[in-house]
């Protein structure tokens, strides 16, 4: 599986960004997908995961309000919406993929893409 995360940019506190990460192959379904975020000088950290079918969510408590995790399987898409963006939510956002197709907390993640940098201004 290989994935692509695209979307980001440089936007203003306040302002909603939506953050697109399509794989490939045709198992999309099959997979888990997770969203996280790393900026300057931390650790990665969870954002949201969403289980294959969709119906389960989990998003850290960070994100519960401002961010909406989705996914569109038959464009092989997983989507972060971000609503009401504030400095700290500045990071390179990279979205992963469990073999696990259930979501949940505790995933392993098994493929992962490349990030898209968000930058957010005050």
């Known amino acids: 599986v290989q994935l692509q995360a695209s979307g980001g940019g440089l936007v203003q506190a306040g302002d909603s960004l939506r953050l697109s990460c399509t794989a490939s192959?045709?198992?999309?379904?099959?997979?888990?997908m997770g969203w996280f975020r790393q900026a300057p000088g931390k650790e990665r950290e969870f954002v949201a995961a969403i289980s294959g079918s969709g119906v389960t969510t989990n998003s850290a408590e960070f994100a519960k309000v401002r961010f909406t995790i989705s996914r569109d399987n038959a464009k092989n898409t997983v989507y972060l919406q971000m609503n009401t963006l504030k400095p700290e939510d500045t990071a390179v956002y990279s979205c992963?993929?469990?073999?696990?197709?259930?979501?949940?907390?505790?995933?392993?993640?098994?493929?992962w893409g490349q990030g898209t940098l968000v930058t957010v201004s005050s």
């Open positions: 992963a993929a469990s073999s696990n197709p259930w979501g949940g907390w505790s995933l392993n993640y098994d493929y």
């Open positions: 192959g045709r198992t999309f379904s099959s997979y888990s």
